[in-house]
């Protein structure tokens, strides 16, 4: 059971480039999020996805489309990636339902040079 | 969300219990209290969660005070593994539902060998 798995780990891109972040999670939650965090800083919401087919903005979503794929997956793009976006991204899953705690990947280091 | 307050920091012996408490005085009947902890670099970790009755897993236990304004997380025998940032969280939905979780600053906890 793996959980929540994003990919890629790291990466460095230069001003303007494009990437899209990857996250699947084998838990068979309908709730998926989007957050960043900056050093010293606590998470904050990019952006939120209910069930499959439905995205929310959430605090910070400025710069960022997120496609909700299907169940499984959620993932994040960013179109033209500025400094301001250097963090570390987290994904995360949760089941409204059962009240049980949300999971959350390891994480992906994107610099922005 | 209720406003959730804790200690910025605290130590422990490795071995002993840690306590580690958290006032949440504006706690609303349908909140629960949700404990996560971040070990350095890597993704939030659900620890534990409770409404009322005091709850036990096999990461720590929660013991919620009857008027529910304040808890306290329970690591029985604290590990060096242990050292992280705790976050008590006070929301109704699991993973905060459309707003997300917010992690605040959380308490640091610091083993001491």
């Known amino acids: 059971n793996a959980g929540v798995t994003q990919t890629p780990k790291f990466q460095v891109l230069k001003t303007g480039q494009s990437m899209t972040l990857q996250c699947a999670q084998d838990?068979?939650?309908?709730?998926m999020y989007w957050y960043r965090q900056d050093p010293g800083m606590g998470l904050r919401l990019i952006y939120y996805?209910?069930?499959?087919?439905?995205?929310d903005k959430g605090e910070v979503p400025n710069g960022y489309n997120v496609s909700r794929l299907n169940k499984r997956e959620f993932s994040l793009r960013l179109e033209s990636a500025a400094p301001s976006q250097t963090s570390v991204y987290f994904c995360?899953?949760?089941?409204?339902?059962?009240?049980?705690?949300?999971?959350f990947g390891q994480g992906t280091r994107l610099t922005v040079v | 969300d209720a406003k959730t307050t804790q200690p910025t920091s605290m130590d422990c012996a490795e071995g002993r219990a840690a306590n580690l408490p958290c006032n949440h005085s504006t706690i609303s009947g349908n909140e629960y209290v949700y404990w996560y902890r971040q070990i350095h670099s890597q993704g939030p970790q659900y620890i534990i969660h409770?409404?009322?009755n005091n709850e036990t897993n096999e990461m720590a236990s929660l013991i919620i005070t009857e008027d529910r304004k304040s808890s306290t997380l329970i690591l029985p025998h604290a590990t060096l593994r242990d050292t992280a940032v705790y976050y008590c969280i006070a929301t109704m939905y699991s993973g905060g539902g459309a707003d997300g979780l917010t992690f605040g600053k959380g308490t640091h906890l610091i083993i001491q060998p």
């Open positions: 838990m068979n939650h309908n709730s």
């Open positions: 409770g409404l009322k």
């Open positions: 996805s209910a069930s499959e087919g439905t995205t």
């Open positions: 995360a899953s949760s089941e409204l339902r059962t009240h049980q705690g949300a999971f």
